[in-house]
């Protein structure tokens, strides 16, 4: 499936981040990429698109496992259909 194609590569994505040494300016990319993604794929009042913007603010590890998370549960989320 081509979501699940594009968040598997936005988690990757995230993890590079770390390996990076977590370079703000990836980070900043990686964050307006899946926000991005996030607000195609579900709009910008669903409750994990409002989280990720709440969540995933500051270049610092946390954002980004706080996103990576909320990437994973849109994942989990097409499977089992919608989730609000």
């Known amino acids: 499936m081509v979501l699940e194609k594009s968040i598997d590569d936005l988690i990757q994505a995230g993890w590079n981040v770390l390996d990076s040494d977590f370079d703000p300016e990836a980070f900043r990319y990686w964050r307006q990429q899946a926000l991005n993604c996030l607000t195609e794929l579900l ?3 669903h409750s994990y698109t409002r989280s990720f913007k ?5 270049a610092q590890v946390k954002s980004l496992l706080a996103g990576g ?4 549960a849109t994942k989990e989320g097409l499977h089992n259909g919608p989730a609000n």
């Open 43 to 45: 709009g910008p009042e």
């Open 54 to 58: 709440n969540y995933v603010r500051e």
């Open 69 to 72: 998370g909320i990437l994973a």
